[in-house]
């Protein structure tokens, strides 16, 4: 296994672990609840 | 349209949402069927109690992982309509200026202020958002043009995110992808990961004639035949076409490409 497949494969499987650990989190359902509605700062508004 | 804190408002609900895409992207846009990794970064990052953005920081890296800047060339609608906005002719294009090289590292100050330390420091302020990303600005212009209640509670913001979005415009016709270049923090995220990423270039130094082609087509300023995985470069594919020798290629591979390699996409 080259350095770059082996760094490549531990940033994977990094990215793995946090995507899983927000998940168990509940991370997905805030990101959820905020992307539904129009976030009025974003776009400038008021 | 529901807006924050709005019940009355139909919402525009789709599970997907709860899942970042890859490039820049406003969220707060109806139609957009992905959220957008940096809105959600900052808005993670700014709750009333700091959570630690396990979920989308995963994402990004991951993107990061497979595709580095691939995004950025590829994937992104704001980088696809400045490529547009370049190709209007203009008198004076400029390829690079005193300071270009200094002012890229902008995007990285961006990233590191706006992005994470003021919406940590200062609840509720995703302050990329809300005071500089020009793909929001884009979102709030057809919103309020297509509802008059949102066209009544114009700001003060949104007319400096105006000023931002047409000077990012004009410039885009002068410079090759400026928002890119100097400002973007998704760009500043990704960057690094070039130099990993599953998706690469690769130079072939026996078969590159130092012609200076590639560099010459450029539009981000790299040299692809000294540094192919620039974390400046989008991966945009003009210096394979250009190059005469074929030495340059993509490579979507774990193994080092050789002479001969069926895994060879320079051709």
């Not at chain 2, 919103?143 to 209640?149: E, P, Q, T, Y």
Request: some cysteine; proline content about 6%; aromatic content about 8%.
């Amino acid at each position: 296994m080259t350095k770059r497949t082996f760094i490549l494969a531990a940033i994977l499987l990094g990215a793995a672990a946090l995507v899983v650990v927000g998940v168990i989190q509940g991370q997905p359902g805030q990101v959820l609840s905020k992307a539904i509605n129009i976030c009025l700062e974003c776009v400038g508004l008021g | 349209m529901r807006t924050s804190g709005d019940s009355s408002e139909e919402a525009s609900i789709s599970a997907t949402k709860a899942v970042c895409v890859p490039g820049l992207n406003c969220y707060s846009c109806p139609g957009a069927v992905g959220a957008c990794p940096i809105g959600s970064l900052q808005n993670s990052l700014s709750g009333m109690t700091f959570r630690f953005p396990y979920y989308v920081l995963g994402l990004m890296i991951f993107f990061g992982a497979l595709l580095g800047r691939t995004i950025c060339g590829f994937l992104c609608p704001f980088g696809l309509l400045q490529d547009l906005l370049n190709r209007i002719p203009f008198p004076k294009k400029i390829r690079t200026f005193k300071g270009d090289r200094k002012l890229r590292n902008l995007k990285y100050l961006v990233l590191i202020v706006l992005v994470i330390m003021v919406p940590i420091f200062v609840k509720l302020t995703p302050a990329f958002c809300k005071y500089v990303c020009p793909s929001g600005t884009l979102s709030g212009i057809l919103l309020a043009l297509g509802d008059s209640r949102l066209f009544a509670v114009l700001g003060g913001t949104f007319f400096w995110k105006l000023s931002l979005l047409i000077l990012v415009i004009l410039i885009s016709i002068m410079i090759y992808r400026p928002f890119c270049k100097y400002i973007c923090p998704l760009g500043a995220f990704y960057g690094p990961f070039n130099k990993v990423a599953l998706m690469k270039m690769s130079c072939d130094k026996s078969a590159c004639v130092d012609c200076g082609a590639c560099s010459a087509v450029c539009g981000m300023g790299v040299d692809p035949s000294e540094d192919p995985n620039s974390t400046e470069c989008i991966r945009c594919g003009s210096c394979i076409k250009t190059c005469p020798a074929k030495a340059l290629g993509y490579e979507f591979s774990l193994r080092k490409k050789e002479a001969g390699d069926p895994l060879d996409t320079s051709a």
